[in-house]
Nanobody
Framework: EVQLVESGGGSVQAGGSLTLSCTAS????????MGWYRQAPGNECELVST????????YYADFVNGRFTISQDNGKQTVYLRMNNLKPEDTAEYYC??????????????????????????WGQGTLVTVSP
C-alpha cells in the first residue's frame, strides 16, 4: 500500500522544538522528492520544506529563516522536520507530501489549493502543531 504516515506533532511554548516524522511505504523512497506543507485555519496551504531523497538537495520557505531542518533516513524510509525556536505563527496542521515519480523535479508550488490531496501526488494524514505564546 502506498502511504505516508506522520507523527510528532504536539503543543509547545514559543521558543520550543518539535520533530515531525514521515514514514513512507509502497514506492521507491530513495528516488523521490519529499516535503512538508502546512495549513493554519483560514490560511492557504503553504510549502515549508522539501528534500530530494536521491541527492539530499533541500528547499526551505523564507519564513523558516534557519529554524527548521529537513532530513532523511533512507533505511527507515523516513523524512524528518526538526523545528526549533517555534513561534505562535507556526501553529498549523503539518502535512507530509511526496512526489514519488519526481514529476516536478523538487520545484514544488509554494502554495496549493488544499493540503491533503492532489498536487504533488501523495499526502499524509496531517499532524497538528500548536505553539502557545
Amino acid at each position: 500500500e502506498v502511504q505516508l504516515v506522520e507523527s510528532g506533532g504536539g503543543s509547545v511554548q514559543a521558543g520550543g522544538s518539535l520533530t515531525l516524522s514521515c514514514t513512507a511505504s509502497g514506492f521507491t523512497f530513495d528516488d523521490s522528492d519529499m516535503g512538508w506543507y502546512r495549513q493554519a485555519p483560514g490560511n492557504e496551504c503553504e510549502l515549508v520544506s522539501t528534500i530530494s531523497t536521491s541527492d539530499g538537495d533541500t528547499y526551505y520557505a523564507d519564513f523558516v529563516n534557519g529554524r527548521f531542518t529537513i532530513s532523511q533516513d533512507n533505511g527507515k524510509q523516513t523524512v524528518y522536520l526538526r523545528m526549533n525556536n517555534l513561534k505562535p505563527e507556526d501553529t498549523a496542521e503539518y502535512y507530509c507530501a511526496a512526489d514519488s515519480f519526481r514529476m516536478y523535479g523538487g520545484g514544488w508550488k509554494t502554495v496549493v489549493d488544499i493540503c491533503g490531496r492532489g498536487y504533488p501526488g501523495l499526502w499524509g494524514q496531517g499532524t497538528l502543531v500548536t505553539v502557545s505564546p
